[in-house]
């Protein structure tokens, strides 16, 4: 395949991912030990994608000192800021000023929040020998309710675009990947608000133009909510998805640069253990992302949560479906479930009595 340029929405401001990305954009959260979208650009690149521009809003200038010239990672990359949030095809238009590529080559348009390992280049194929105007990647989820609602008839042509609707009519959903038609993009409003979910891609249906849909059924996850976060963090560590971000599979934890487990403590199911984080004897870790400098103490049980930099969670405290602020305190013995939450710097006073109410 021709070289490939790419342009990548990571402007949004990651509400559902917060206390995280109060201090950090989502596409920058360590995961699996790497800046999310390392393991975008690593992909991408695989499939014939040398130039990317990025379409930056939220915490813009936080892109360009990880990413620099995109040297490092076999790319070029461009950095476009959009001053107010323009929306995602407000923000695809802004980009594609930086875009090389003539009027009728296909230009890729990723989603910054996506792990999947459909395979692009088959997606490109499918666009190009279609001569559509947009191929939306689709795959099928228990719950659209959440995403763009995408039936297509036999031929793969997509018949609707349905974003968000409490009503949808199939399982089948836009998966956040796009391969447009450059002439398409460019006939998207200049400098205004404009939303692809429920403007651009309703209106080319509408006008007949062909959107076509590359429906697969690989690996696919959108990293936007706590617990979504958590799982492509846990499913990169164990191999349930291969990055060529990653040296390879780490099993059952990943320890980076200064971590020091206690050899009493377990630590498992997928876990990262951040640099200079500590686990204490008794501790007990699954699935779960200790980020940089935090500490475990004994007897504390953390599954399937996030502890922020610096954040201490005291003995005995147990943390299952939680997400702990940069350098919070968990005092010893509470118990966080369920989605909970705790801001950054917050100390929750420790809870000296165990109740027999306590389950
Ligand atoms: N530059 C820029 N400017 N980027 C934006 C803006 C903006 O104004 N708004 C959103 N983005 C970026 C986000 O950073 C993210 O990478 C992407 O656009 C999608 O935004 P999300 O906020 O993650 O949307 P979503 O997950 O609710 O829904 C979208 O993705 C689903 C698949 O995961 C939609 O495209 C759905 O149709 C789709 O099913
Ligand atoms: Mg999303």
Excluded at 11 to 16: D, K, M, S, V
Excluded at 156 to 185: M, Q, W
Excluded at 298 to 316: I, K, N, P, Y
Aim: with cysteine; hydrophobic share 45%; glycine share 12%.
């Amino acid at each position: 395949m021709p070289d490939l340029e790419a342009i990548l929405l990571v402007g949004g401001q990651g509400t559902r991912l917060r206390p995280l990305t109060l201090g950090t954009p989502k596409p920058l959260l360590p995961t699996a030990g790497v800046p999310f979208l390392a393991h975008q650009l690593a992909r991408a690149r695989s499939f014939g994608v040398r130039r990317i521009v990025f379409a930056t809003s939220y915490k813009a200038a936080m892109f360009e000192p990880v990413f620099g010239d995109g040297a490092a990672f076999g790319l070029s990359i461009e950095y476009m800021t959009e001053e107010t949030p323009l929306g995602t095809g407000g923000a695809i238009r802004n980009a594609a000023q930086a875009l090389g590529s003539p009027p009728d080559a296909p230009v890729l348009v990723l989603n910054g929040d996506i792990l999947s390992g459909h395979d692009i280049g088959d997606q490109v194929r499918t666009h190009v020998a279609g001569q559509a105007a947009v191929t939306l990647h689709l795959t099928e989820v228990d719950d659209p309710t959440r995403f763009g609602c995408v039936p297509t008839d036999g031929d793969g042509r997509v018949t609707a675009f349905l974003e968000k609707t409490p009503d949808p009519v199939t399982n089948r959903i836009n998966a956040g990947c796009y391969v447009f038609t450059r002439s398409v993009i460019d006939a998207i409003p200049e400098g205004e608000v404009v939303s692809v979910e429920r403007q651009t891609f309703p209106g080319l249906i509408e006008s007949g133009a062909l959107v076509l849909g590359y429906a697969d059924r690989t690996y696919w996850l959108d990293v936007g909510t706590p617990a979504a976060f958590v799982k492509g963090s846990r499913d990169l560590v164990l191999g349930r998805l291969a990055s060529p971000a990653l040296p390879g599979p780490a099993g059952e934890r990943l320890l980076l640069a200064g971590a020091e487990v206690a050899p009493e403590a377990e630590v498992g199911g997928g876990t990262v253990v951040g640099a200079g984080a500590r686990v204490f004897a008794g501790a007990s870790v699954s699935g779960s992302i200790l980020l940089d400098g935090c500490v475990v103490e004994e007897g504390a049980v953390v599954s399937d949560s996030v502890v922020g930099a610096g954040a201490r969670v005291c003995a005995g405290a147990v943390l299952r479906d939680a997400m702990v602020g940069d350098r919070a305190v968990v005092g010893c013995h509470n118990e966080l479930q369920a989605g909970a939450r705790i801001w950054p710097e917050v100390e929750l006073p420790a809870r000296a009595v165990r109740f027999s109410s306590d389950v």
